[in-house]
């Protein structure tokens, strides 16, 4: 077979992504002629676990074996890595070439791979038996005990026999295959259907293993288990030829042989170095996990809903019962500033993240120029607030809910017109105006009730400014993959926006969560006058677009919570968690996260490098196309590249989203950023998804969430996500999924 062939489709498979890696050890991880690892594959484990990449272990050996594994590499990461107990938890053993399942359940004093599976079935084993009491006598009284040496894999506690294992005394290869084909004809005459037989190299010489476990099935059987998408686990061994022990795991595309191989031109590749020349053992084996496209997955398209969903009900648990604690130091700052009680949820309106006043509060205070704004009316309706049953929410349905309020539904769609944006501009214009007078004139600027309503001017000054950037966002990389540098004194475009953006949030936060915090009018004034200038600059921008018919991803209704005191506390908790001290450059994720950055570097001013907001086109954003993407297979390239990324090439980033539900576009956006030599180091998340929503996370073509990784990768997670129950069948309609909710709150838009 021609090796110019096989070199061609090595390199192309390279291309692929995994999200979790096979070994096998002996040969592949071990020192030449030693059941000893090597330490330079110790170290390469280290580095896997920490960047929270599941490990799985593929042997022949039994629980003794395993005994050997342990000792090899449990000292070592621990004591001289640091490897931590949960990335400890993220190895997995297959046992017997496949048919036990070795895990660490809860992991207790040094010990583990204290739990397991089987893997074969009951049926299997009991052949496994009958082989053994009916035949292997017949193997004895042909002297094969003069060949070699046989032994019997059992569970140490029930004593079932799982494997059967004849190790040759010499490599004579004639006797081997003679061996091979008398069990075989055995096998055959005793119609043992559950029976395979194996070659292998135990230091260095033949064996022969007689089991009930196929490494295929079982790899596919532990990619289910632990979550990743199937055939996204690479898989490496040393016995690739069609006898040999790795067969039937490496007979696949993602299948790599650091010695024997099939010589197949599209599976069980030979590692070649970056000259073409083949590679062997341990040293072939640290080649190609350098050379691998191996990154985390955080969404699981294959779970089991049944295991999910009571595992994802515990998490959910103990994020609620450990939330009281974390925001604790929250809370009381805002009480002490506000003089109220309830912390967050006495200023920030929980349902929907206004500013809020209570009625009583309203009624007691003075008539003055602040209460006067958010009094206006046109025919009887409140322009600027609304209201619920207890409070005033300084948001109104003229400015920050107006696009929500006019939308217009047209077969299904949603549809922003032109002249809804126009009438925002020209509602904002009059709301921002109308502000500064009712600020120039208001005095006890510090009162407590005062400074909620002039956190309302500041939270629709926010608005404003989210809306056009993203405006700016989608309106100028439509089509195109962005990853876009808003800090960049290069760019004009959005330094104006980002610089604004930046002290009014800055004012936000500190009149929060600053104590004692004064209030300067004059810096409130030039705020809110600088964000008037911006919104008026973008007026004329509508125009030459003649032929846009709806502007509803540049100008999108807010409909979900937000919830700048969420926000921030979200990110204040990630910071004190994450940082130490490091330098980060924060990325957040258009469209819901692009809030995020900002306030990171708000928080942390000197560690902050960079404020990145990452986009995508229709073809990878879009709903309905995302869910189809084969994520082993995406790379950001085939859907026009990522423009700006090259920039930040061989660099880490922390990425920041509103929500999480599926874990895919956090995955699409993982994956786009490693495409060009970019690493997420953690996620922050602001808002999780409640037990609610795990039918939308098994619907067809979807993902869950990776509950395993939340606070060990993935972040933030303080708040609830805003939606409600959906409690009958999703039904699918003309073609079309039914997302409404029970209540009719929320549907797909």
């Given at each position: 077979?021609?090796?110019?062939?096989?070199?061609?489709?090595?390199?192309?498979?390279?291309?692929?992504?995994?999200?979790?890696?096979?070994?096998?050890?002996?040969?592949?991880?071990?020192?030449?002629?030693?059941?000893?690892?090597?330490?330079?594959?110790?170290?390469?484990?280290?580095?896997?676990?920490?960047?929270?990449?599941?490990?799985?272990?593929?042997?022949?050996?039994?629980?003794?074996?395993?005994?050997?594994?342990?000792?090899?590499?449990?000292?070592?990461?621990?004591?001289?890595?640091?490897?931590?107990?949960?990335?400890?938890?993220?190895?997995?053993?297959?046992?017997?070439?496949?048919?036990?399942?070795?895990?660490?359940?809860?992991?207790?004093?040094?010990?583990?791979?204290?739990?397991?599976?089987?893997?074969?079935?009951?049926?299997?084993?009991?052949?496994?038996?009958?082989?053994?009491?009916?035949?292997?006598?017949?193997?004895?009284?042909?002297?094969?005990?003069?060949?070699?040496?046989?032994?019997?894999?059992?569970?140490?506690?029930?004593?079932?026999?799982?494997?059967?294992?004849?190790?040759?005394?010499?490599?004579?290869?004639?006797?081997?295959?003679?061996?091979?084909?008398?069990?075989?004809?055995?096998?055959?005459?005793?119609?043992?259907?559950?029976?395979?037989?194996?070659?292998?190299?135990?230091?260095?010489?033949?064996?022969?293993?007689?089991?009930?476990?196929?490494?295929?099935?079982?790899?596919?059987?532990?990619?289910?288990?632990?979550?990743?998408?199937?055939?996204?686990?690479?898989?490496?061994?040393?016995?690739?030829?069609?006898?040999?022990?790795?067969?039937?795991?490496?007979?696949?595309?993602?299948?790599?042989?650091?010695?024997?191989?099939?010589?197949?031109?599209?599976?069980?590749?030979?590692?070649?170095?970056?000259?073409?020349?083949?590679?062997?053992?341990?040293?072939?084996?640290?080649?190609?996990?350098?050379?691998?496209?191996?990154?985390?997955?955080?969404?699981?398209?294959?779970?089991?809903?049944?295991?999910?969903?009571?595992?994802?009900?515990?998490?959910?648990?103990?994020?609620?019962?450990?939330?009281?604690?974390?925001?604790?130091?929250?809370?009381?700052?805002?009480?002490?500033?506000?003089?109220?009680?309830?912390?967050?949820?006495?200023?920030?309106?929980?349902?929907?993240?206004?500013?809020?006043?209570?009625?009583?509060?309203?009624?007691?205070?003075?008539?003055?120029?602040?209460?006067?704004?958010?009094?206006?009316?046109?025919?009887?309706?409140?322009?600027?607030?609304?209201?619920?049953?207890?409070?005033?929410?300084?948001?109104?349905?003229?400015?920050?809910?107006?696009?929500?309020?006019?939308?217009?539904?047209?077969?299904?769609?949603?549809?922003?017109?032109?002249?809804?944006?126009?009438?925002?501009?020209?509602?904002?214009?009059?709301?921002?105006?109308?502000?500064?007078?009712?600020?120039?004139?208001?005095?006890?600027?510090?009162?407590?009730?005062?400074?909620?309503?002039?956190?309302?001017?500041?939270?629709?000054?926010?608005?404003?400014?989210?809306?056009?950037?993203?405006?700016?966002?989608?309106?100028?990389?439509?089509?195109?993959?962005?990853?876009?540098?808003?800090?960049?004194?290069?760019?004009?475009?959005?330094?104006?926006?980002?610089?604004?953006?930046?002290?009014?949030?800055?004012?936000?936060?500190?009149?929060?969560?600053?104590?004692?915090?004064?209030?300067?009018?004059?810096?409130?004034?030039e705020n809110v006058n600088i964000t008037k200038s911006i919104l008026k600059d973008n007026l004329d921008l509508e125009n030459k677009n003649e032929e846009k018919d709806d502007y509803s991803k540049d100008y999108r209704a807010y409909r979900e919570i937000d919830n700048f005191g969420e926000n921030y506390v979200a990110v204040s908790i990630y910071d004190e968690k994450n940082n130490k001290n490091e330098f980060i450059n924060s990325c957040g994720l258009s469209y819901g996260g692009i809030e995020l950055p900002i306030i990171s570097k708000i928080i942390n001013q000197n560690k902050v490098e960079r404020l990145l907001l990452l986009k995508f086109n229709k073809e990878v954003s879009g709903y309905t196309n995302k869910q189809l993407l084969d994520l082993r297979k995406f790379n950001v390239n085939d859907f026009g590249g990522l423009i700006g990324a090259k920039d930040i090439s061989r660099s880490s980033i922390d990425l920041f989203d509103d929500n999480v539900l599926t874990g895919k576009t956090l995955q699409l956006a993982i994956n786009s950023l490693y495409d060009f030599d970019i690493n997420v180091?953690?996620?922050?998340?602001?808002?999780?998804?409640?037990?609610?929503?795990?039918?939308?996370?098994?619907?067809?073509?979807?993902?869950?969430?990776?509950?395993?990784?939340?606070?060990?990768?993935?972040?933030?997670?303080?708040?609830?996500?805003?939606?409600?129950?959906?409690?009958?069948?999703?039904?699918?309609?003309?073609?079309?999924?039914?997302?409404?909710?029970?209540?009719?709150?929320?549907?797909?838009?």
């Amino acid at each position: 077979m021609s090796n110019e062939k096989i070199l061609k489709n090595y390199r192309l498979s390279l291309e692929q992504k995994y999200n979790a890696v096979c070994f096998d050890i002996d040969g592949t991880l071990t020192e030449k002629n030693s059941r000893k690892i090597d330490s330079r594959a110790i170290n390469m484990i280290a580095n896997l676990l920490k960047r929270k990449i599941p490990i799985v272990f593929i042997t022949g050996r039994g629980e003794t074996g395993l005994k050997d594994l342990k000792k090899d590499i449990f000292s070592n990461l621990k004591n001289e890595f640091n490897i931590s107990d949960n990335e400890l938890k993220r190895m997995y053993v297959l046992t017997n070439d496949g048919a036990r399942l070795f895990y660490t359940s809860k992991y207790d004093n040094d010990d583990i791979f204290n739990n397991n599976i089987y893997i074969s079935t009951t049926d299997e084993l009991n052949e496994l038996k009958r082989f053994k009491e009916s035949i292997v006598d017949k193997l004895n009284s042909k002297s094969l005990n003069n060949i070699c040496d046989i032994t019997y894999s059992e569970d140490l506690k029930t004593n079932t026999i799982i494997n059967i294992r004849m190790v040759f005394k010499d490599n004579n290869e004639k006797l081997v295959e003679d061996v091979f084909e008398i069990i075989q004809e055995i096998i055959l005459n005793y119609k043992l259907k559950k029976i395979y037989v194996t070659r292998g190299i135990y230091k260095d010489k033949n064996v022969v293993q007689i089991g009930t476990a196929q490494k295929d099935k079982a790899i596919e059987k532990a990619e289910q288990i632990i979550g990743v998408p199937k055939d996204s686990m690479i898989r490496i061994g040393d016995c690739g030829d069609i006898r040999g022990n790795d067969y039937s795991m490496l007979n696949c595309e993602q299948g790599y042989s650091v010695d024997k191989t099939s010589e197949s031109i599209n599976s069980c590749f030979p590692i070649f170095d970056d000259n073409g020349i083949i590679l062997k053992g341990i040293d072939a084996t640290l080649f190609l996990i350098q050379k691998a496209k191996i990154l985390p997955t955080v969404c699981l398209e294959k779970a089991n809903k049944k295991d999910y969903l009571h595992n994802f009900a515990s998490i959910e648990k103990n994020i609620v019962l450990g939330r009281n604690k974390l925001l604790n130091k929250y809370n009381e700052i805002i009480n002490t500033n506000f003089n109220d009680i309830n912390g967050l949820d006495s200023l920030f309106d929980k349902y929907s993240g206004s500013i809020k006043i209570p009625m009583y509060e309203w009624e007691l205070l003075k008539d003055n120029s602040l209460k006067e704004l958010w009094s206006s009316s046109n025919n009887g309706n409140l322009k600027y607030a609304i209201r619920d049953d207890n409070n005033y929410l300084l948001r109104g349905s003229d400015t920050y809910y107006y696009f929500l309020s006019n939308r217009i539904c047209i077969n299904g769609k949603d549809i922003t017109s032109k002249e809804d944006v126009r009438n925002w501009h020209n509602n904002y214009l009059g709301f921002l105006k109308d502000s500064l007078t009712a600020l120039k004139n208001t005095d006890n600027i510090n009162d407590n009730i005062n400074k909620k309503l002039i956190l309302g001017i500041l939270d629709n000054c926010r608005n404003v400014l989210l809306t056009i950037l993203n405006h700016k966002l989608v309106s100028n990389y439509f089509n195109e993959n962005i990853l876009l540098d808003i800090s960049s004194s290069e760019n004009e475009t959005f330094k104006c926006i980002y610089k604004n953006l930046m002290n009014v949030e800055k004012l936000i936060s500190n009149i929060c969560f600053k104590d004692s915090f004064r209030i300067n009018i004059s810096n409130i004034m030039e705020n809110v006058n600088i964000t008037k200038s911006i919104l008026k600059d973008n007026l004329d921008l509508e125009n030459k677009n003649e032929e846009k018919d709806d502007y509803s991803k540049d100008y999108r209704a807010y409909r979900e919570i937000d919830n700048f005191g969420e926000n921030y506390v979200a990110v204040s908790i990630y910071d004190e968690k994450n940082n130490k001290n490091e330098f980060i450059n924060s990325c957040g994720l258009s469209y819901g996260g692009i809030e995020l950055p900002i306030i990171s570097k708000i928080i942390n001013q000197n560690k902050v490098e960079r404020l990145l907001l990452l986009k995508f086109n229709k073809e990878v954003s879009g709903y309905t196309n995302k869910q189809l993407l084969d994520l082993r297979k995406f790379n950001v390239n085939d859907f026009g590249g990522l423009i700006g990324a090259k920039d930040i090439s061989r660099s880490s980033i922390d990425l920041f989203d509103d929500n999480v539900l599926t874990g895919k576009t956090l995955q699409l956006a993982i994956n786009s950023l490693y495409d060009f030599d970019i690493n997420v180091k953690n996620v922050c998340i602001v808002r999780y998804p409640s037990i609610n929503r795990i039918d939308q996370m098994f619907l067809e073509n979807t993902a869950a969430v990776d509950y395993n990784l939340f606070f060990d990768y993935i972040y933030g997670l303080c708040f609830y996500s805003p939606y409600s129950w959906k409690d009958n069948e999703w039904e699918n309609i003309n073609g079309k999924i039914d997302y409404t909710d029970s209540l009719g709150i929320f549907d797909l838009n």
